[in-house]
């Protein structure tokens, strides 16, 4: 099996115990014996894992805990790359699964410069080329990704994706994560903090596909079936958690400044971050207090190589 944009915490441990649990529990109905379990963690190159591989062998002493001798080997591999283009041998998976990883593009569409004023990703103001113009690189980076994993997975073999998506057909996403952030690079921008040029100059490679685009891709390239499709709204910020306005607004900047926070510091320097996530919570707050509590939408798609 391979995860597709692993990252390197402690979720990773969490995905393999799942599918191990699985196939131990249908081996042991079926009286079959438990296969030998192969994992490759992909991500970036900049991605921390030294942090995994620190972290294998206590995972393996959980599991044999857990399962004592019923559990064959399993062995655990790094591999850097981009998953938009080939990284696996061909017929090689049996199973891949990439979570909260392929709404972000390969690269920026190029051109844009200027083109996105005030904004850091699509939103209702962005000008339609801009839309397109991400649109298109969705497509693309969507098509290489089906056409590489095409050539990975044996027949037979399986997909599990998860995208944050959008509602409808209108390309500008409605909720508003990210617009939040780009207003607070403007607010530096009004405080001298920041360049009025650089924020409009800057976008995040971010594109929340609708589900209709998922299904027209899928079709189109002709590699795998959609086994379903499940969509649902996720909120923000947890419900079960004791969240005072500005700890929701701080929980929230945590998670997204984990995500975009090596791409704003390239772009803008390592001397704004701080402030602009302490500007970003209190936005989050503030938003949360008129709305409520802000939802994602997820789309999990389950696909099975022809």
């Known amino acids: 099996m391979a995860d597709l944009g692993c990252s390197s915490g402690p979720n990773i441990f969490l995905i393999i115990s799942q599918v191990i649990d699985s196939i131990h529990g249908i081996c042991q ?49 790094g591999v850097p790359g981009s998953f938009y283009g080939r990284l696996f041998p061909t017929r090689s998976l049996h199973f891949i699964h990439s979570f909260n990883c392929l709404h972000w593009l390969s690269k920026v569409p190029a051109g844009l410069k200027d083109t996105n004023k005030g904004n850091i990703c699509i939103t209702k103001s962005s000008p339609g080329s801009v839309i397109k113009a ?64 650089d924020v409009d100059n800057f976008n995040l490679p971010l594109y929340k596909p609708w589900k209709g685009e998922l299904y027209e891709i899928i079709e189109r390239e002709g590699w795998f079936g959609v086994g379903r499709m499940e969509i649902s709204e996720v909120d923000w910020v947890p419900r079960d958690k004791d969240d ?37 919570a209190t936005n989050v707050e503030d938003h949360l207090r008129h709305q409520n509590n802000g939802k994602l939408l997820n789309f999990l798609v389950s696909l099975t190589r022809k």
């Open 29 to 77: 109905q079926a009286q079959f014996q438990v296969p030998e379990i192969r994992v490759f963690l992909n991500d970036l190159p900049g991605n921390d894992f030294n942090a995994i591989f620190q972290s294998v062998p206590g995972f393996f002493e959980r599991l044999n805990k857990a399962k004592g001798k019923m559990v064959e080997p399993c062995s655990i591999v």
């Open 244 to 280: 005072a306005e500005f700890q929701s607004g701080h929980y929230l900047s945590n998670i997204v400044r984990a995500v975009s926070e090596q791409m704003i510091s390239r772009h803008f320097g390592d001397a704004v971050t701080d402030s602009l996530f302490i500007k970003y």
């Open 134 to 197: 991400f649109a298109k690189q969705f497509e693309t980076d969507f098509s290489a990704f089906l056409s590489s994993r095409s050539q990975e997975l044996m027949p037979g073999g399986q997909m599990l994706l998860l995208f944050q998506g959008r509602h409808s057909q209108n390309r500008w996403t409605d909720d508003c994560i990210f617009a939040l952030l780009g207003q607070a690079l403007v607010d530096l921008v009004s405080e001298e903090l920041v360049k009025e040029a």
